[in-house]
């Protein structure tokens, strides 16, 4: 499984980004496709999950009303809209695939790519 993070970079407090997520190898549609960051000396955490086919989202409590996740089939990529970032959401985020949500805090990710660096400093 290759999956493709980018779209980090550097923000100030109150900014976006918007972080996409694709490969050729699969067709995202069928899958469950979710965000989970790391941040140094910090525990992997859940973001944000969408599941497949129909497509119902999921959001850790931290980033609820501030990220949004969603697909586009016809682009075969998912997107992480980040808005009114935090200093707290520097991290490295990953895009993985998944056997179900959950809740996203506890979800068994199974394959992830490279992460893509997001860095929230005034």
């Known amino acids: 499984v290759q999956l493709q993070a980018s779209g980090g970079g550097s923000v100030q407090p109150g900014g976006s980004l918007r972080l996409s997520c694709a490969t050729s190898r699969f067709t995202l549609d069928y899958y469950v496709i979710g965000w989970f960051r790391q941040a140094p000396g910090k525990e992997r955490e859940g973001v944000s999950c969408?599941?497949?086919?129909?497509?119902?989202?999921y959001y850790a409590d931290s980033v609820k009303g501030r990220f949004t996740i969603s697909r586009v089939n016809a682009k075969n990529t998912v997107y992480l809209q980040l808005n009114s970032l935090k200093p707290e959401d520097t991290a490295v985020y990953f895009c993985a695939t998944a056997v179900a949500c959950g809740n996203v805090y506890d979800t068994n990710w199974l394959a992830w790519g490279q992460g893509t660096q997001v860095t929230v400093s005034s």
């Open positions: 969408i599941s497949g086919v129909a497509g119902n989202t």
